[in-house]
Nanobody, 118 residues
């Protein structure tokens, strides 16, 4: 069992920056993949960025060069630094964890709203 608690959402003007935090209930080294997903009403959930146990990162093309995912081992926390925000980034952002391989077990945070105004 992994509990995930997001924070840092809110309203921001286009071109601004926000940082999301996700605190996990156990060591990030015990979690194979940590990441951030986002979803607008009526749309399927989109993978924004992930970081593996070994520190390998992957980004969606739509955020590459603007967003950075990182983790703090001592704090059991994963971050998403979001720069140059666009109205298209408006969504509910969810923290995600995958534990184990073949199969993996998935855990989700409750989500935090990001709204980017023009």
């Amino acid at each position: 069992q992994v509990q995930l608690v997001e924070s840092g959402g809110g309203l921001v003007q286009a071109g601004g920056s926000l940082r999301l935090s996700c605190a996990a209930s156990r060591s990030v080294f015990s979690i194979n993949v940590l990441g951030w997903y986002r979803q607008d009403p009526g749309k399927q959930r989109e993978r924004v960025a992930t970081i593996t146990n070994g520190g390998v990162t992957v980004y969606a093309d739509s955020v590459k060069g603007r967003f950075t995912i990182s983790r703090d081992v001592a704090q059991n926390t994963v971050y998403l630094q979001m720069n140059s925000l666009k109205p298209e980034d408006t969504a509910v952002y969810f923290c995600h964890a995958a534990v184990g391989l073949r199969p993996s077990i998935t855990y989700w945070g409750r989500g935090t709203q990001i709204t980017v105004s023009s």
